[in-house]
């Protein structure tokens, strides 16, 4: 009789065990970003109000989000736009086009069979195209993790490497659809990435090719730290750079 009592109640743990992880799942499925408060050393940099029609992003303070099915299509603010193009459900290509210029930029991805994407970065003016940059895009467990590129500027050819390190928690734009699309998270007033965690080291170096033989590198660290709710969502992210103190804060 002990021996039937004990492996009913080893039954009824683990039945409520599964119950409860499945719960957690549905709920941390359901989460949706409402808010984010900005701040440098303590004051408030800007705070921005998210919009959603069901689980579809509307816009992000004056910053508004255009749909094609169930793929983000459009980004667009009084000061910038972007569009992003889509094939066979995956990114193939964007563009970043301020307001009242007449040129643009444009990067091409190419997703290759190892699980890498290669890139190439072009300036557009009346229809003729420049090249500025090219390089390839590295994932692990749906986090960009490496960023390799050559970029052209001003007759100076610069390498860079970008390492990237996460958490083992939700973004906060987890639930967003179609934000998991939007891999490469370093555009120009980029606000949504698709990244499954979240950043907490950056490791960026750079050399100047010309200068290379002495030794011309640049190496830069950033690190994040996080606060989480009982969810795994992040509720408040900490940097330090230079002395300055910058946190954003996350209401759900």
């Known amino acids: 009789m002990k021996k039937t009592f004990y492996i009913f109640l080893v039954s009824v743990l683990i039945l409520s065990s599964c119950s409860k992880d499945d719960d957690y799942e549905n709920d941390s499925a359901n989460v949706l970003l409402r808010k984010e408060i900005g701040k440098e050393n303590n004051k408030v940099t800007y705070s921005s109000e998210y919009v ?14 255009t749909y094609t099915g169930n793929y983000i299509t459009k980004q667009a603010s ?7 193009g889509y094939d066979n459900g995956k ?20 997703h290759n069979v ?43 050819v610069v390498t860079q490497t970008i390492i990237k390190e996460y958490d083992t928690k939700n973004n906060p734009y987890k639930n967003i659809l179609g934000c998991d699309l939007l891999f490469d ?31 011309s590198l640049q190496k830069s660290i950033s690190i994040f730290e996080y606060s989480y709710n009982s969810k795994g969502f992040p509720t408040l992210r900490t940097s330090i750079d230079n002395n300055e103190i910058s946190t954003k804060e996350y209401f759900y």
Do not use: C, H, P, W
Request: cysteine-free; proline content about 0%.
């Open 185 to 215: 998270d370093d555009r120009f007033l980029s606000i949504l990435n698709g990244n499954k965690n979240n950043l907490v080291k950056t490791t960026s170096t750079a050399s100047n090719i010309k200068e290379f033989f002495s030794d």
């Open 114 to 156: 190892d699980g890498t994407v290669s890139f190439k970065e072009y300036y557009v003016f009346n229809s003729m195209e420049t090249e500025r940059s090219r390089g390839n895009l590295q994932f692990v467990d749906g986090n960009l993790v490496k960023k390799e590129y050559v970029m052209k500027d001003n007759n100076e």
């Open 91 to 110: 990114l193939v290509s964007y563009t970043e086009k301020f307001t009242g210029d007449i040129s643009f930029y444009k990067t091409v991805y190419i």
């Open 78 to 84: 009084a000061y910038i736009t972007y569009e992003f």
């Open 52 to 65: 959603y029609n069901g689980n579809r992003i509307v816009s992000i303070g004056d910053v508004s989000f």
